[in-house]
């Protein structure tokens, strides 16, 4: 497996993703207006707030897939914020599923995970035939690899989606509420599989509603509202000690 | 073949219908001339119209301003005016400018030369990019139907915009814009009889030829549509065959 060489002077102790003053606008339309905040290694962060509080934008601009306006994101040390940015060198490091799982329908599940490896890092198809063998496995569709996106369930291809990204062998996962568009019962399969990447070390960075599922696998909450941060905490303290009255207004009509 | 060709003369001699290209040995090698002659403008023109349209669909969507602008314009010429023209213009106004000019390279053809681009490269240039005129503007309503996340998807993982283009955008395109492809090229395939207007020496022009000196132009317009006939109806099964192969279990 390929080492990441990283030349920025990022070492582990520092945070893995760090994020400054962070503005965001669509035209005239400002939606996160100077957000802060660090990920370490092996973090879990949950990120929650009412809908259309900038939630997706925030994660999605970690990646580059919204472009920034004024502020710094770094991912290992690269600066997102930088016309000269390699794109290919921040996707190899940063993972992302996507509320619809977006899988590509024209592949098997095992294609879809074999793909990227093969067409962007040119990785030689018998070995990454078998790493997505262990993908699959991993996210328990053994037994799946030949169906089409179209012939799995939401939450199978949910994990699809989670096994094809894993395959690019990211350094940190963004989530964006990956179980909100599932069955009530294919919810629990999709964050068994999270829990365990969690578990492994994995460094995520989580967009959620399940918020029994937040208390128990993240290290930090963050609650989002009209493009900032209004308050944050470890779990225990967060969903007890809630200040804000937009905090308490928004779990407790959640919890 | 004897008794093929026997029975084609009696027909003559007893109803007057003259299939000539079927028992005259010098009209049936002009006719099977004319059937590969056609055969090959057809099919490098299908080829040469998908090519085009691919490669145009893919730079209407490039980042500079300057190459979506021809783009329109390529698009907008050739949809807009006669493909009749449009030959006659590539034929006589473009091939003879070059040649006049000195810009076309000519070929030894053993003892005379040929301009490289003659009468039937001139017919295969302007009808490839007639009908990839329409194969591009097919294409991009398919690329325009394939989701905005199902590209971010690709995005994510690394892709650039070529890739993505040719492992996910364009495959899932091309499955929807099938059925409006097999119109443009049944389209294309009977617009080669064009040809004649330049003296390709396809079907169309061959059976001018035959009916000239056999006056039986009623029997060679029936060889025409029955040629016509059974070709549509073979690019027709073949594009259906493609279009079964390239459905996907579970997708729509
Ligand atoms: N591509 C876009 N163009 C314009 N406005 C957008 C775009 N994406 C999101 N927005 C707007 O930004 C705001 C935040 O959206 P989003 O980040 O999706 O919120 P959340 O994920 O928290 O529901 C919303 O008002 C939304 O309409
Ligand atoms: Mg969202």
Redesign the interface.
Same mark, same amino acid.
């Given at each position: 497996m390929s080492e990441t060489v990283t030349n920025t002077g990022w070492t582990p102790d520092q945070p893995m993703v760090s994020i400054k003053n962070l503005h965001k606008s669509f035209g005239d339309l400002e939606v996160l207006k100077g957000v802060s905040f660090d990920v370490m290694k092996g973090e879990v962060i949950c990120i929650i707030g009412p809908s259309g509080s900038g939630k997706s934008t925030l994660i999605r601009c970690v /990646?580059a897939?919204n472009d920034i306006q004024k502020g710094s994101i770094k991912v290992e040390g690269i600066e997102v914020n930088d016309p000269k940015l390699d794109?290919?060198e921040l =996707?190899?490091k940063?993972?992302?599923v $996507?509320q619809?799982y /977006?899988? $590509?329908?024209?592949k098997t599940a095992i294609e879809n995970v074999m793909?990227?490896p093969i067409?962007?890092?040119k990785q030689p198809k018998a070995e990454v035939e078998e790493r997505a063998a262990r993908l699959i496995k991993k996210v328990r569709l053994e037994g799946k690899e030949q +169906?089409?996106?179209?012939?799995?369930s939401g939450g199978q291809q949910q994990r699809v989606?989670i096994a =094809? +990204?894993l395959a690019?062998n990211p350094e940190i996962m963004l989530f964006d509420e990956i179980t909100a568009a599932l069955d009530p019962e294919t919810v629990k399969e999709v964050l068994f599989t999270i829990q365990e990447l969690a578990e492994e070390g994995m460094t995520c960075i989580l967009v959620t509603h399940e918020m029994g599922f937040a208390r128990e696998i993240a290290n930090h909450i963050y609650f989002t509202d009209r493009g900032v941060i209004v308050e944050h905490g470890p779990p225990a303290s967060f969903f007890t000690d809630a200040k804000d009255p937009r905090t308490k207004e928004f779990l407790s009509q959640i919890l | 073949m004897e008794v093929f060709a026997d029975f084609f003369r009696d027909l003559y001699d007893t109803t007057g219908l003259n299939f000539v290209i079927f028992y005259e040995e010098y009209e049936s090698e002009r006719f099977i001339a004319a059937v590969w002659t056609s055969l090959k403008l057809i099919v490098i023109c299908l080829i040469l119209s998908l090519v085009v349209g691919i490669v145009g669909a893919w730079a209407q969507g490039a980042k500079s301003r300057i190459v979506r602008l021809v783009m329109a314009g390529y698009i907008q010429f050739f949809r807009n005016t006669p493909p009749f023209v449009q030959i006659l213009f590539f034929y006589f106004v473009v091939g003879t400018t070059l040649e006049r000019a000195g810009l076309m390279p000519l070929v030894d053809m053993g003892g005379w030369n040929e301009p490289l681009i003659g009468n039937f490269g001139w017919a295969v240039v302007s009808l490839s990019f007639f009908a990839g005129a329409f194969n591009v503007e097919i294409f991009r309503s398919g690329i325009e139907a394939v989701p905005t996340a199902t590209r971010e998807a690709a995005e994510a993982l690394g892709y650039t915009r070529l890739k993505s283009f040719i492992y996910v955008i364009f495959p899932l395109a091309f499955r929807v814009c099938l059925p409006a492809l097999n119109n443009n090229l049944v389209n294309l395939l009977k617009t080669t009889t064009l040809a004649y207007a330049i003296a390709v020496p396809e079907m169309m022009y061959t059976a001018n030829q035959i009916w000239s000196d056999n006056v039986n132009v009623t029997e060679m317009m029936f060889v025409l549509f029955i040629y016509y006939i059974v070709l549509v109806g073979i690019l027709v099964w073949l594009m259906h065959k493609w279009e079964r192969k390239m459905i996907i279990l579970g997708y729509n």
């Open positions: /990646n897939l794109k290919l =996707r190899k940063v993972g992302m $996507f619809q /977006n899988l $590509f329908p024209h793909m990227a067409h962007v890092l +169906s089409y996106p179209g012939e799995l989606a =094809r +990204s690019m | -």
